[in-house]
């Protein structure tokens, strides 16, 4: 099924045909004007070499003036093998279908709401047929069945017109012309966008993301570059400001020489607090007890670090590199979208 975009914005033009495999534009004088256009001409010469193939609207009250206009629109330098003119169906419409048809040109009769229109149309030659399904849904129409009836008279009869399932309001629509069978459908970019989205498929994906992430990526290349970290004789009040500069929920204690003597903690602090009071303020760092930090080493993975994270059931372990710490890994660093 031939899959067009519907629309005059370049910006989402431009957009929808990095997809690659769009077949054409579909656009009408209602989307220009809505976009504040005022050189119809230039625009559709812009377009044209914008996209594989472009459906245009060629007017006029007589099969001779939508023939000279589709003329005169040509003579603008328009590809006429990828060009489709669109002509509102009436009798005058289908006309110039076939005069435009024995010209070796390509045609949609649109605003098609009958199958009575549709067979006109087919029988004129149209190259597309066009029932615009939105509009008729409107109306209170069975819009549906009318393009299944066009199908089927196509399929039928042997028609060489394809019927183009227009005026997508939902995604929903495209699954009721892919059901139908139709040859063509039009579809404004903000429906095609939403065409892959499935709340199943997003879920997957991110776990994949996230598992391979775990397998593949090391805990050095996630720890946070900020690494909070004080010697042992710094006061307890010196470290908690730090601490809370950094925004962390534990700071790491060393050494003179740099190497670790363990983590202090905000729950660490609650319960120093409890237990000695604010008197517990005063001391340096240092002289409190410190229990053997949780720890992984930098140049392991993170699947590692998770089955560490599993098995102790905290939120943020400390990074070492050759017993020295080098930063800390947050639960959340885990994660594709962590904070790095």
Partial sequence: MELYLDSADIKEIEEAFKLGFLTGLTTTPTFMHREGVSDIDGLILKLSKMVPV??????????????????RQLDLGLDPKKTVFKIPVSLEGVRACALLRKEGLLVNVHLVYTLQQAYMAMQAGATYVCPLV???QDQGHDALSLVEQCVFAVNHYGYDTKVMFSSVRST??????????????????????GLTENNFTTLG???????????????????????PVV?????????????????????????????????????????????????VLKKNIGDLTHKDPVAVEAGLLLNDAAAIFKKTSVDTILVTENGKPVGMLDIQDLKSNGTN
């Fill in 54 to 71: 472009l459906q245009i609207e060629a007017l006029g009250n007589t099969a001779e003036e939508v023939l000279k206009e589709a003329r």
């Fill in 134 to 136: 939105g509009r008729l």
């Fill in 172 to 193: 929903e629509h495209v699954r009721n012309a892919l059901n139908l069978g139709v040859h063509t459908i039009t579809v404004p970019w903000k429906i095609m966008k």
């Fill in 205 to 227: 994906t991110d776990q994949f993301i996230e598992h391979t992430r775990l397998m593949t990526v090391k805990v050095k290349d996630v720890i946070s570059k900020t690494n």
């Fill in 231 to 279: 010697e042992a004789d710094t006061s307890l009040m010196d470290a908690i400001v730090k601490m809370t500069e950094y925004g962390f929920g534990a700071i790491t204690i060393v050494k003179k020489d740099g190497s670790l003597l363990g983590v202090f903690t905000d729950g660490d602090l609650r319960r120093k607090i409890q237990e000695e009071g604010r008197d």
